[in-house]
């Protein structure tokens, strides 16, 4: 049963990447259905307009909950996960990115604006697993940049996807922390060598040499990862 992936947005443009590379390839295996639409195909004003001011005051505009209903309801089975990337989400992870490969089908609701609102999320967590989720710490202009990404995650650990399983494997096994860093040919470059030990040969050593530059590197750039942290 194919992962079937429904993308709501008032950018259906946004999401023209999908359709290279391993996400295409994704597609084109059958592995995976991705279908983009358009939120203002379920206006219904002459301006197909999707939002109005915010009750109770406060700048930017809110986008108003019955085209999203509309949108929404053409889309939804019981088996339906619906995904609204917000700000004020639960942070997204690999651990939730390996949840949603597993999934059925998935709704992602791109807000713009302030956001969507919320009698959107009220309407459909009775009915549907609803995830507000967050891409990381900082403010975007919508949900479309964090749904592209949370797709690229999800997709490329949907079984079947990634031609080499094993870099599954090796992610897996990855240490607490960040990955060491590679090297490819030439083995100098601009008077810049390769770190001897990966031309060894000697397997046990660079698995030793990789596992303390990942320390290394976990320690400098995100000492939150390290164990015990
Ligand atoms: N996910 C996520 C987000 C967002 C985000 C998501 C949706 C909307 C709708 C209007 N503005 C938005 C920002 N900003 N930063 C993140 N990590």
Redesign the pocket.
């Known amino acids: 049963m194919p992962l079937r992936i429904d993308v709501i947005t008032i950018f259906p443009d946004y999401f023209a990447p999908l359709q290279l590379s391993l996400m295409g390839k994704a597609q084109q295996s059958g592995l995976v259905t991705i279908a983009i639409h358009d939120l203002r195909e379920f206006t219904s004003d002459r301006h197909r307009s999707v939002d109005d001011t915010p009750y109770g005051g406060g700048a930017g505009m809110v986008m108003t909950p019955e085209p999203w209903g509309q949108a929404i309801d053409a889309v939804v089975t019981d088996q339906s996960t619906l995904i609204v990337?917000?700000?004020a989400?639960k942070l997204?992870s690999q651990p939730v990115a390996a949840e949603l490969a597993h999934s059925t089908h998935l709704i992602f609701a791109?807000?713009?604006?302030?956001?969507?609102d919320q009698r959107v999320v009220e309407y459909y967590r009775p009915r549907i697993d609803v995830r507000e989720?967050?891409?990381?710490?900082?403010?975007?202009?919508?949900?479309d940049v964090?749904t592209l990404a949370m797709i690229e995650a999800s997709v490329r650990l949907v079984p079947g996807v990634l031609g080499n399983p094993e870099s599954l494997v090796e992610e897996s096994h990855q240490l607490p922390g960040v990955e060491y860093p590679s090297y490819t040919k030439p083995p100098t470059w601009r008077g810049l060598d390769v770190p001897e030990v990966l031309l060894s040969g000697h397997h046990d050593q660079i698995a030793r040499w990789r596992a303390e530059q990942s320390t290394i590197r976990t320690t400098h750039n995100r000492p939150d990862l390290l164990p015990g942290s």
């Open positions: 990337p917000t700000p989400g997204f791109c807000g713009r604006y302030e956001g969507i989720l967050s891409i990381g710490d900082y403010v975007l202009a919508g949900g964090a």
